[in-house]
């Protein structure tokens, strides 16, 4: 089949654009929150530890809220992208976005902050079942390339928003001059999607209620299992890195452990675009699903027993190139094909079981953290071994399973 794009397909690419540029702002909106945690507890309170810093743990359970709302909402999402449609779902997402900009910055105790911190998981869950679902059918032919993007424009949101930090305390503006600009681009984004034409979507019934419309079926097979599997797995991988590396990096004598994250946000950039080509050449998706966490484990078993600093900055880099750089997406788009009549649904599954791996696995870390003492970053590096082995695994299913069933199809033809 041929990939050049057709005509009738071009006239959505100013679609594709505006929500791809929703995940920009994403981008910025579930990373924002961490840089302004002293700013936010001050505006909400906080109390002023022994030690004379501020207590900035409620901040941190507000961020964690994004996880609860991510929970609340997929369940609904899905079906409201599938039934509803791609439109109504992504203005839902970018209306819900532009409030969380604006409550976040008007809230003046913890728990408006914790509801708008729910409301920021329950936009997240809209827009990723109007994005995903979208920008794969508008471009059928690249479906997955398509929808690594998606994470290329979150990488590239958290690569700028450094930069607009400092420009904003260069100028002495308040960091609420990047919430307010955040909400009125969100805004304008959102008005776009109404007006902007979105492709056909396969399996949705006609307005006019044709009764003839085949309703389309959900089938869970052992692969489509294994593969929604995979978003808990391939969250997890880099989720806990990401939350974890600052005490390894301690541990193994950095001075500056926040360095790390630079290493781990260059190496998710340069995955995206690699394997974007790669899969363009013709590598299969469910190779790269084997492939990618098959590396992370590799990597993570080297920084459990090579105790240096600069095991720990490649590690970062491949840990952010082979778990961050776009697997979740893949099993996203792998998922879908399963679903082809139901991308909202198997957007939302996939989805969940990466919510729910965000919320247990961190959870499992500061259990062991607090359980284990001075040899715990050590220890959730094997809990995250397991996990990305139980991920390579549920892989190899979808592999095989996928394998057998582009043979039975060789055959009938």
């Known amino acids: 089949m041929s990939t050049t ?6 006239k959505f690419y100013p679609t594709a654009l505006a929500l791809y540029f929703a995940y920009f702002i994403l981008g910025i909106a579930s990373s924002i929150m961490g840089q302004y945690k002293t700013e936010f507890a001050k505006a909400w309170g906080a109390s002023t530890l022994p030690s004379g810093a501020i207590d900035v743990s409620m901040v941190v359970s507000v961020i964690a809220a994004y996880g609860l709302g991510r929970l609340i909402a997929y369940p609904f999402a899905g079906p ?52 995903s679902p ?17 994470k290329f424009a979150i990488t590239v949101a958290q690569f700028v928003l450094p930069f607009v930090i400092g420009l904003v305390a260069t100028a002495n503006m ?54 929604i599997l995979i978003g808990f797995t391939s969250s997890a991988t880099f989720m806990i890195w990401l939350n974890c590396n600052q005490e390894l990096g301690i541990s193994y004598g950095i001075k500056d452990p926040s360095v790390l994250q630079s290493f781990y946000a260059v190496g998710a950039t340069i995955a995206v675009l690699l394997t974007a080509q790669f899969i363009h050449m013709g590598l299969k998706e469910t190779t790269v699903l084997i492939l990618y966490p098959s590396i992370s484990v590799v990597m993570l078993l080297l920084c459990y027993f090579i105790q240096t600093p600069v095991i720990l ?54 259990y062991l953290t607090k359980a284990t003492g001075a040899s715990a970053p050590r220890m959730i590096i094997l809990l995250n071994v397991v996990i990305t082995l139980i991920g390579v695994a549920l892989a190899v299913i979808v592999k095989r399973r996928s394998q057998g069933k582009g043979n039975a199809e060789a055959a009938k033809a």
């Not at 708008?116 to 869950?125: E, H, Q, Y």
């Open 174 to 227: 308040s960091y609420k001059a990047i919430f307010i600009g955040c909400g009125i681009l969100m805004i304008i984004d959102a008005i776009l999607v109404l007006i902007l034409p979105f492709p056909k979507q396969a399996g949705k019934t006609p307005a006019n209620g044709d009764a003839t419309t085949a309703k389309p079926k959900t089938h869970f097979s052992a692969a489509s299992i294994a593969s």
């Open 80 to 131: 409201v992208s599938d039934k509803v449609g791609r439109r109504v779902s992504g203005f839902i997402g970018m209306a819900l976005y532009a409030a969380f900009f604006f409550g976040m910055i008007s809230a003046h105790s913890m728990w408006f902050a914790y509801g708008v911190g729910i409301m920021n998981g329950v936009a997240n869950s809209f827009l990723d079942t109007c994005v």
């Open 313 to 366: 900055y490649i590690g970062s880099f491949v840990i952010g190139y082979a778990a961050a750089g776009g697997v979740l997406q893949l099993a996203t788009s792998t998922t879908v094909g399963f679903f082809p009549d139901s991308k909202g649904l198997a957007t939302s599954l996939v989805m969940i079981a990466s919510s729910v791996a965000n919320y247990a696995v961190l959870s499992l870390a500061a």
């Open 5 to 10: 794009p057709t005509s009738s397909n071009k």
């Open 134 to 150: 979208s920008v794969m059918e508008i471009f059928p032919n690249s479906a997955s390339i398509a929808n690594l993007f998606t």
